[in-house]
């Protein structure tokens, strides 16, 4: 018992050496230093001496409030419902499953989203954003300057019957000046035209892949394969036909300058 207690002493002291030889500058410096502090977070309700403490409260509960919608704008006000409908439209063309991924598609889109939304944003930024951080315009100056060009953005690519749809049902009289037009109808007018588009788009980009399916089917009946499916025979022909056109160039060509 007394020589099994003396190896265990001596491979622990041989065991801290080992450390202490290897690691002299880690144990040096992690003993040397002091503890750093740890900061302390408080979020308390209390009484405010002043009126405008109160609104600049509420103006930062407003501010994370519209960030927490931030993608529900991302896909509504801009390019990214009709992008990422006809990649994925395409992907189902192209019969490749999960190839590519969602990750991919979405991501994709995204950023084929901030390039075309580039110019709108920018405008966004100089009109109201700065101004706004400089104090030289109030909170709803920059709200009303910030929303006139993603306005004309969406008017500009929004079909004219899906704007009188949705005034028509809010009974409103169709306004003589653009800038008069409600946004309430706007924003859902521009989904609905963005929907119709990115499906015309996908029905056209089936239509190649249609038929080469149809070719590759009616060549295998003939030739009496039946327990073969003419998808797996099919799918390398319609992924050589992407490639040799080019087809992602020429989609993401047509996607970006699809925009007024």
């Not at 405010?48 to 509420?58: A, D, K, N």
């Not at 990214?80 to 190839?99: D, S």
């Not at 000046?177 to 946004?183: A, C, G, H, K, T």
């Not at 295998?220 to 394969?225: D, H």
Request: aromatic residues 10%; hydrophobic residues 55%; contains cysteine.
């Amino acid at each position: 018992m007394h020589f099994h207690k003396f190896k265990i002493g001596v491979c622990s002291a041989l065991l801290v050496i080992a450390l202490a030889a290897f690691l002299p500058g880690t144990v040096s410096v992690a003993f040397a230093q002091p503890a750093l502090p740890i900061p302390d977070i408080n979020l308390q309700i209390g009484t405010g001496e002043e009126p405008q403490q109160l609104v600049g409260t509420l103006q930062l509960l407003l501010i994370l409030a519209v960030l927490s919608l931030a993608p529900a704008f991302i896909i509504l006000m801009t390019s990214f419902t009709r992008m990422v409908i006809v990649l994925g439209f395409l992907r189902n063309a192209l019969g490749t499953q999960q190839i590519p991924p969602n990750q991919i598609i979405i991501g994709l889109a995204l950023f084929l989203t901030f390039f075309v939304m580039q110019p709108i944003f920018s405008q966004i930024h100089t009109d109201a954003l700065t101004p706004y951080l400089a104090e030289e315009i109030d909170f709803a100056e920059a709200l009303a300057r910030g929303e006139r060009p993603l306005r004309e953005f969406m008017l500009n690519n929004t079909r004219e019957e899906d704007l009188m749809l949705f005034l028509q049902m809010a009974r409103i009289d169709v306004p003589v000046e653009r800038e008069d037009v409600p946004f309430r109808a706007v924003v859902p007018a521009f989904v609905l035209s963005e929907l119709k588009t990115a499906f015309q788009i996908g029905f056209l980009l089936f239509v190649p892949f249609l038929i080469i399916d149809m070719i590759v089917s009616s060549v295998l009946m003939s030739m009496g394969m039946f327990m073969l499916p003419p998808v797996i025979v099919s799918l390398p022909f319609k992924i050589l036909l992407f490639v040799l056109v080019d087809g992602w160039t020429l989609v993401v060509r047509s996607l970006v300058e699809g925009y007024a």
